[in-house]
């Protein structure tokens, strides 16, 4: 009997099964260092085993059909009217974008049929748009004989989110889930991309949690871009000024009390205040997870959300309760937001056999304030993008609905 998904893959693309090849592209969770990927610092990220797969049959004409199985329709386009974005398209628009993203990067790829499925929650704040925009990238490319390396890859899913769905995102979270690797972190710093991994060790002691609050996010619609903006205003006054910088992440501690007396606007100086201790708490981030010092890892991530919900303002009640009530949990050691904020999901470590009281007394306190409750994943942190090998009698992790 033929697994769930090939069948419905089937059902999308009739066809002999030998031609269809299988993807996966984990979610990314952010240890430390948020709202830096685009003000030219430091992330910590990681890759999670929950993420999108993406069934793949090329076809002979260029043509591009693009199925889900939480979603109804199909869309399909073909070359060049591909190259238009079209709200219409719906969801279709992160693979529709990687197409003409790889053909604008020089890189032909064949038309084909993509089916697609998640184990990511939506809205989470765990990256599924980047998840779906590298699987398709790296699809597409497998299918046509070609390997760009993983970083060339990553960009253009970038270019792809930026420009042709218009999410001005950064680059930290299509590089995470390019180049993830099971049992580290990744110390990324923007400038260079000299990625790093950091081996988080003592895993059978530690868990990493993380809390939807399923209250979603939506970058388009949000003030995420304001946020952009505001950073871009507050280099802008200090280049002026005579700084011999590139980005706010370029900020030495010991200038912040000078680089605040340039900036002068109350709000402009609370977004350079979060990127320079934000910078600054990543790189010791790192150094500490490697020694596997989990309870000074967790103060800086009690830190760091507090400097995301007092100077950056990208907290709000549901993520401050999720966090504040982790923070009072026997074995755990800290807990803060992940991803840009305005909903979305915390993180925290707790200490294994903490668990099952850390969720029901966290699930006790949000619930009780909103009237639902949160959801839970474990996460074990995972590879980047590959292919998998797969036969007829094999299943695999099914969709989330």
């Known amino acids: 009997m033929r697994p769930a998904w090939l069948a419905e893959f089937l059902a999308f693309s009739p066809g002999p099964a030998e031609e269809v090849r299988l993807f996966f592209a984990p979610g990314r969770v952010n240890l430390l260092g948020e709202h830096l990927d685009y003000n030219g610092g430091t992330v910590l990220p990681a890759a999670i085993q929950v993420g999108t797969w993406c069934a793949i049959r090329p076809r002979a004409e260029r043509r591009w059909r693009v199925g889900s199985h939480t979603e109804s329709a199909v869309v399909e386009a073909a070359w060049p009217a591909i190259r238009v974005p079209r709200a219409a398209h719906g969801f279709a628009q992160y693979p529709f974008g990687v197409v003409v993203m790889l053909e604008a990067a020089g890189i032909a790829v064949p038309g084909a049929d993509c089916y697609f499925w998640g184990t990511v929650p939506q809205g989470a704040g765990l990256s599924s748009s980047a998840s779906l925009e590298v699987v398709t990238?790296?699809?597409?490319?497998?299918?046509?004989?070609?390997?760009?390396?993983?970083?060339?890859?990553?960009?253009?899913?970038?270019?792809?989110?930026?420009?042709?769905?218009?999410?001005?995102?950064?680059?930290?979270?299509?590089?995470?889930?390019?180049?993830?690797?099971?049992?580290?972190?990744?110390?990324?710093?923007?400038?260079?991309?000299?990625?790093?991994?950091?081996?988080?060790?003592?895993?059978?002691?530690?868990?990493?949690?993380?809390?939807?609050?399923?209250?979603?996010?939506?970058?388009?619609?949000?003030?995420?871009?304001?946020?952009?903006?505001?950073?871009?205003?507050?280099?802008?006054?200090?280049?002026?000024?005579?700084?011999?910088?590139?980005?706010?992440?370029?900020?030495?501690?010991?200038?912040?009390?000078q680089a605040l007396a340039i900036v002068r606007d109350p709000v402009l100086q609370r977004r350079v205040r979060h990127v320079v201790s934000e910078q600054q708490r990543t790189l010791r981030a790192a150094e500490v997870l490697a020694a596997g010092d989990f309870v000074a890892f967790g103060q800086l991530m009690n830190a760091s959300?507090?400097?995301?919900?007092?100077?950056?303002?990208?907290?709000?009640?549901?993520?401050?309760?999720?966090?504040?009530?982790?923070?009072?949990?026997?074995?755990?050691?800290?807990?803060?937001?992940?991803?840009?904020?305005?909903?979305?999901?915390?993180?925290?470590?707790?200490?294994?056999?903490?668990?099952?009281?850390?969720?029901?007394?966290?699930?006790?306190?949000?619930?009780?304030?909103?009237?639902?409750?949160?959801?839970?994943?474990?996460?074990?942190?995972?590879d980047g993008v590959h292919e998998v090998a797969w036969t007829n009698e094999e299943e695999i992790p099914c969709a989330s609905s």
């Open 305 to 382: 959300h507090r400097s995301l919900q007092a100077d950056y303002d990208v907290t709000g009640p549901e993520l401050d309760t999720l966090a504040e009530a982790a923070w009072a949990v026997p074995g755990c050691v800290g807990s803060r937001m992940t991803g840009a904020g305005f909903g979305g999901s915390t993180i925290a470590w707790v200490a294994r056999d903490a668990v099952d009281a850390f969720q029901a007394q966290v699930r006790a306190t949000y619930a009780a304030r909103f009237g639902r409750e949160p959801g839970f994943l474990v996460a074990e942190l995972g």
């Open 137 to 257: 990238a790296y699809a597409l490319t497998a299918v046509a004989g070609q390997t760009p390396d993983r970083v060339t890859l990553a960009r253009i899913a970038q270019q792809a989110e930026n420009a042709y769905v218009g999410v001005p995102c950064g680059l930290m979270d299509q590089l995470t889930v390019a180049l993830g690797q099971a049992g580290h972190a990744l110390l990324i710093p923007l400038p260079t991309l000299a990625v790093r991994a950091v081996p988080v060790p003592h895993a059978q002691d530690w868990a990493l949690v993380i809390v939807d609050s399923r209250k979603p996010h939506h970058l388009v619609a949000s003030p995420y871009r304001q946020r952009r903006q505001e950073c871009e205003a507050a280099l802008a006054r200090l280049q002026q000024a005579g700084w011999p910088i590139q980005a706010l992440a370029d900020i030495a501690p010991e200038a912040l009390p």
